[in-house]
């Protein structure tokens, strides 16, 4: 099922935005969608079809994917001021390597931004933020991960008109968004120091104050956190999927990567 989901937003993905948009495609995404579907009561028929870049194997794919639209939208917002950034930051064979995508990105990002002007105006908000905290060089993950976690909790906000859910949703959004800005932080923080980038934890390593354990609690309240208002939200399905996702697979991820 969970295949099923991932397999139908790369097939949205070329279907709104273009076929090169379907090579950005993330698991991130694959839970926002979930997550968009789990709020509704219609129920998901699936049938098996023809994958269009291996066309010998069959997939399993949705017969509606109206919900797959907005992630598919999202995701490809998000990939493109992501691809930004990275030729902003990047030197070398790998800002080449951008510059060479951005063509087919920006191509998909427009019909996105199209669809979905407010996903893209959180976005750009998102990443003016973004840009003054690393300007100013802020050393405080805190604050260096605020503008990820909002960004995050305006678009699970969108999911839903219902008042009381979009509590729970901001919620979840912003916990998720900060875990992911504080994982990456720690993860790319050796290369980051190597090729002088900005990362907010350069100083505390510098000081001698960072540790992987301070990270992993760091991570665990924002685990915590996102677990006690998906608890309040009214799933109508993917129940046992979204609880894998929520209550292991986030802790089993940083457990992994940050490799304690």
């Known amino acids: 099922l969970y295949k099923a989901v991932y397999c139908s937003l790369c097939k949205e993905m070329g279907k709104t935005c273009g076929i090169f948009s379907r090579f950005t495609l993330s698991y991130d995404f694959t839970f926002y969608a979930l997550l968009n579907m789990a ?43 992501k691809l930004m950034d990275n030729i902003n930051d990047e030197k070398g064979f790998k800002k080449v390597k951008y510059l060479l995508a951005k063509p087919f990105i920006a191509s998909a990002y427009k019909k996105a931004k199209k669809l979905y002007p407010s996903l893209d105006a959180v976005a750009k908000s998102y990443i003016e933020s973004q840009n003054e905290i690393e300007k100013n060089n802020c050393t405080s993950i805190d604050m260096a991960a605020e503008p990820t976690a909002k960004c995050l909790a305006e678009m699970f906000k969108m999911l839903t008109d219902n008042e009381v859910q979009k509590r729970c949703l ?59 208002a998906y608890e309040l939200l009214d799933i109508k399905k993917f129940k046992n999927i979204l609880d894998n996702l929520i209550y292991l697979g986030l802790q089993d991820t940083f457990i992994k990567e940050l490799k304690i």
């Open 39 to 81: 709020l509704k009561t219609d129920v998901c028929d699936i049938t098996r079809k023809c994958c269009t870049f291996n066309p010998i194997k069959k997939c399993q794919y949705l017969t509606d994917m109206s919900d797959m639209k907005m992630p598919a939208a999202a995701s490809m917002i998000l990939c493109y001021f």
């Open 170 to 228: 901001d919620r979840i959004g912003y916990s998720i968004g900060r875990y992911i800005y504080i994982l990456d932080a720690a993860v790319d923080l050796e290369e980051d120091i190597k090729l002088n980038r900005y990362n907010p934890l350069k100083e505390m390593y510098k000081a001698g104050e960072y540790s992987k354990e301070f990270i992993a609690g760091q991570l665990n309240i924002c685990v915590g956190e996102a677990a006690k």
